[in-house]
């Protein structure tokens, strides 16, 4: 058996991963830090940023140790999410591409979920914690996702069925660990729980992109409604920043893996299939949770500020302390 596995074409793409990994722990550790440094911050809006950093680092780890390779087999009307990098065993390469496929769908949530709850904070009449039935919302759609996978895309071991490019693969990498996801329409080659799998995933990632949109709309008026009663540069300030947040905790991700997922998994359905996207798509995907937090600590103020102070101060305070001795030493030398 082989130490490491690589199906992919692409060598270098583990390396980008696992680089990825490391870079998405580092910083969204950071930004957990910082948040939790910002004293403006209510509990609400800590626990927000504080849950779609999770899913940032559970992706990230699952990434790092499944480096997926996505294969579209148009032969066999079947598209094959394929373990790649350090030989694990079958059982437990499947539980981690399944917790992989569960976290890119909770991953796509998270900016709808983080808007329910901004929404919840702007109508609250007072300063009362927001429901915890929108923290199950995860769970509410994760659970089913579980079942679906288990029974629609895990391969069944007396019914496997290998196209002749991945047989040639396995002959020089081993066997391969790896979910089927059945993308024909015809009936007598429908696989109903693998066809109701993902049309469920499909549905919710919809879904999520049109209560993500609504809920933005609705706290920009909710916001304007608050302003009227306090017209101070803090208030707005404090807009601002929540919107520069909001929007890139929906925009960096929907570019980055809501739309190239979506299309790799729709796609075949019709019997089509980019292969530069979904090639690429997880490279890119790779380094979405680990530039997010970074692009985050730099654009927003008060998460800059606490960086700067906390994060970066023991090394400019080396060179601030040499600045002033050397001042206050030609101070005295000049007073002789």
């Known amino acids: ?38 004293k403006s911050y209510n509990r609400n809006v800590r626990i927000a940023m504080y849950y779609m950093a ?7 780890v699952t990434l790092g140790l499944t480096s997926p390779v996505i294969k579209y087999y148009s032969s066999m009307k079947t598209m094959y999410i394929i373990k790649n990098g350090f030989t694990l065993p079958s059982p437990i390469g499947e539980i981690l591409l399944v917790v992989f496929i569960v976290t890119i769908v909770m991953f796509c949530n998270g900016p709808t979920v983080q808007y329910l709850q901004v929404k919840t904070i702007l109508k609250a009449t007072s300063k009362q914690d927001v429901s915890f039935c929108i923290y199950l919302i995860p769970l509410i759609i994760g659970i089913p996702i579980v079942v679906l996978i288990y029974f629609g895309y895990i391969p069944n071991p007396q019914n496997i069925m290998f196209p002749p490019q991945l047989v040639e693969k396995m002959k020089l990498q081993g066997i391969a660990t790896f979910l089927m996801v059945p993308m024909s329409l015809e009936v007598e080659k429908m696989e109903i729980m693998a066809l109701a799998c993902t049309l469920f995933i499909l549905l919710v990632m919809i879904v999520s992109i049109v209560f993500a949109i609504f809920n933005f709309i609705s706290i920009q008026f909710l916001m304007k409604e608050k302003l009227k009663s306090s017209a101070s540069n803090n208030s707005k300030k404090s807009q601002e920043q929540l919107n520069t947040n909001l929007l890139l905790q929906f925009i960096f991700p929907f570019f980055t893996i809501h739309t190239p997922f979506f299309i790799t998994f729709a796609l075949p359905f019709f019997d089509k299939n980019l292969e530069f996207l979904s090639d690429n798509m997880l490279y890119l995907s790779a380094w979405c949770p680990a530039a997010n937090p970074i692009i985050l600590m730099c654009v927003v103020k008060n998460l800059r500020d606490i960086m700067r102070d906390k ?17 206050a030493f030609v101070i005295q030398r000049r007073s002789f």
């Open 1 to 38: 058996m082989k130490l490491y596995q690589n199906f992919n074409d692409f060598p270098l793409g583990d390396i980008s991963n696992y680089c990825a990994a490391v870079t998405s722990i580092i910083s969204n550790s950071l930004l957990i830090f910082a948040t939790s440094q910002v």
């Open 311 to 327: 994060i970066l101060p023991s090394r400019f305070s080396i060179s601030e302390s040499k600045t002033s001795s050397q001042e």
């Open 54 to 60: 999770f899913w940032r680092f559970v992706f990230s």
